[in-house]
Every structure is written in C-alpha cells, then in structure tokens.
C-alpha cells in the first residue's frame, strides 16, 4: 500500500499527486499540517530528516523530495511513462524541472506570500519583482514547446513540476504574454488532463 504524506498547498506535494493519479494508482494519503508544525515531530523526522513534505511509503521504502518520488514512481510503475527513453531527453527533463523546483514555484511562493498580507502591508515593487521572473521563465519555456505538445514531446515529470503554480497562474496576477502562444497552449492541454484536473477539484 502506498501511503503519501503531504500538505494540500504544497506545490511539491500536488506534483506527486499528478504523477500517482497519471499511474491511476491507489494511495492514502496522510495530511502533515505545516501550520500546526507536525513536520518537525519525532514521528515524521523518521520518514525525513529535512522535515518536509511531501514522503511516499511504498510498503517497506520511504522516498522523500518529489523529483526523487516521481523518478521512483516512474521505475517502479512505469506505464505510463514519464520520462523519455533516451538519455538526451531524460537530462532535458531533470534540467526543466530544476528549473520549476528552483526557480518558478519559489518565485511564485514569493508572490503567493505576499498576496495572503492584507493589501496595506504589501510589498508590491517586490510583488511585480517577481511576477515579472514567473514571466521570464515562461518566456524560456516558448521555444522549449516549438513544435511540441509538452516540454519533451511526450507529457513528462518535467511539465508535472510546473502544473501546481501554472494552475493558478491567474490569482497570482501573472498573465501568460499574448507572444507566448506555445505556452497558452501547452497550459490549455495540461488544465484538460484528468491527472491535473484532481488538484483542480
């Protein structure tokens, strides 16, 4: 039995909730609330030193940190897969969803810290600071989609590590520029897929 413990906001645990609903696998999953501290408890610093969410429980394996749990997703249930076979596209595809967990969802974390303030305690030259970054990656993003329906031809990890915070680009106050007709598309495709529409729900 798969178990996942995760936090429903967390953008890292909603990308492994798209790889297990892509594998239409069955898992429970076990809430580890960030506000109220469980992931520093005795119990959870078992399953992750780092104390953070989210950390998968495959019977007797514990994987921690979600490109690590969706690479092992992806070996352990391989249909469908996830990663390309050649080597080439599995590089590009670790490098695009480095550049997601590095530099996109902090950004937009960033933004979604300072939109929860009330309006008067905004900080909003840092706000359009890093609107303005989220744009530029996608911008990065357009000629990566040039004659392709996803990131590496295929739907892939590397457009599962995007999907938490292009799905809600919108409140963010991030708007995808009308150049960038790859990209409008590529999110279109993405809102449709059944995996993305249960973190949607």
Not at 96 to 120: G, M, Q
Not at 173 to 195: C, K
Request: hydrophobic share 40%; glycine share 4%.
């Amino acid at each position: 039995m798969i178990v996942l413990y995760d936090y429903p906001d967390c953008p890292y645990s909603q990308k492994v909730r798209v790889v297990l609903a892509e594998k239409d696998l069955e898992f429970e999953r076990k809430l580890v609330d960030l506000r109220k501290g469980e992931q520093r408890t005795a119990e959870f610093l078992k399953l992750n030193p780092y104390g953070k969410v989210p950390v998968l429980v495959d019977d007797d394996v514990v994987v921690y940190d979600s490109t690590i749990i969706n690479e092992y997703l992806d070996e352990e249930y391989p249909n469908p897969p996830l990663m390309p076979e050649d080597s080439a596209g599995r590089a590009v595809t670790r490098m695009l969803e480095d550049l997601a967990d590095t530099l996109f969802i902090p950004r937009a974390d960033i933004v979604v810290a300072e939109l929860y303030k009330p309006e008067a305690e905004r900080d909003n030259e840092k706000l359009r600071k890093y609107q303005g970054e989220m744009g530029r990656v996608l911008a990065r993003l357009e000629s990566q989609l040039d004659g392709h329906e996803y990131l590496v031809g295929d739907f892939s990890i590397a457009d599962v590590a995007f999907v938490p915070r292009l799905m809600i680009l919108p409140q963010l106050g991030v708007e995808v520029d009308a150049r960038l007709q790859n990209v409008a598309a590529w999110i279109g495709r993405l809102r449709e897929r059944p995996s993305v529409r249960t973190l949607l729900s």
